[in-house]
């Protein structure tokens, strides 16, 4: 997982072995497992706020995206504190303008889940048309959650409807590799939670957050002139106001 890499851990790369070496590898092995200890320790810290801030349906949007956050400085910028960085974006962004941008993809998902299973009851042409509709909302769904929680965390003002349609343009941009990618990690994982839920306790949420934030954040750096324009034209419009 991503939390283990060198920069998560805070160390750099290890140097080639030399011969004779032994004592100063041994010690300093130790600080190495000490940060792994500390990783390990922190993915939990952050799934047990994360799992405890999302009982409350209506707070899980919220939760979903400070953790995101938390994530986000974790991976790119070495801040390993993630509980203290949950509690500062769940207390810092606006709950209702949160909730309302990153809900409607997850509500699109759920009723697209829900349509596919409703369709895939019975094996006519009918129902096939509606289970293959239900299959590519779903799809669409999840990417553009995906990104709309990687754009948030980059751009918590971002108006929602700026951030749905950034996330829909992203989904376009990306069809052949992170977009399914990012999809199916979301598939993946809600099905584990659903065929195991006792996984929600030992860090699988955020496992899988982290694999979609890296995924999506994948997916905006290589449509990056289009996150550009766009935000360049929201500040002019913020200017004419």
């Given at each position: 997982m991503s939390f283990f890499s060198p920069a998560a851990l805070g160390r750099p790369k290890a140097a080639a072995?030399?011969?004779?070496?032994?004592?100063?590898?041994?010690?300093?092995?130790?600080?190495?497992?000490?940060?792994?200890?500390?990783a390990i320790f922190n993915v939990m810290a952050l799934n047990g706020v994360l799992v405890i801030s999302?009982?409350?349906?209506?707070?899980?949007?919220?939760?979903?995206?400070a953790a995101t956050v938390a994530i986000d400085r974790w991976q790119n910028e070495g801040d390993d504190r993630v509980v203290r960085q949950?509690?500062?974006?769940?207390?810092?962004?606006?709950f209702w303008h949160t909730t309302l941008t990153v809900?409607?993809?997850?509500?699109?998902?759920?009723?697209?889940?829900?349509e596919v299973l409703f369709f895939s009851r019975a094996a006519t042409a009918g129902n096939g048309v509606g289970v293959g509709l239900g299959i590519a909302g779903l799809l669409l769904a999840l990417s553009s959650s995906g990104f709309v929680l990687a754009l948030g965390a980059q751009q918590p003002d971002l108006p929602s409807t700026d951030a749905w349609f950034l996330a829909v343009s992203l989904v376009a941009?990306?069809?052949?590799v992170a977009s399914p990618l990012l999809a199916g990690e979301l598939i993946a994982g809600s099905l584990l939670l659903l065929r195991d839920p006792a996984l929600a306790?030992?860090?699988a949420p955020v496992g899988v957050l982290a694999l979609a934030s890296r995924t999506a954040r994948r997916g905006i750096?290589?449509?990056?002139?289009?996150i550009d324009f766009d935000i360049e034209t929201l500040d002019d419009r913020e200017v004419d106001q």
């Open positions: 072995r030399k011969p004779g070496a032994a004592p100063e590898e041994a010690s300093a092995g130790k600080p190495q497992v000490m940060a792994v200890l500390t999302c009982l409350p349906l209506i707070t899980a949007p919220a939760a979903l995206q949950f509690i500062l974006a769940l207390r810092s962004r606006r809900g409607v993809p997850l509500v699109a998902a759920a009723l697209a889940a829900t941009r990306n069809l052949l306790v030992i860090g750096e290589r449509a990056q002139d289009l």
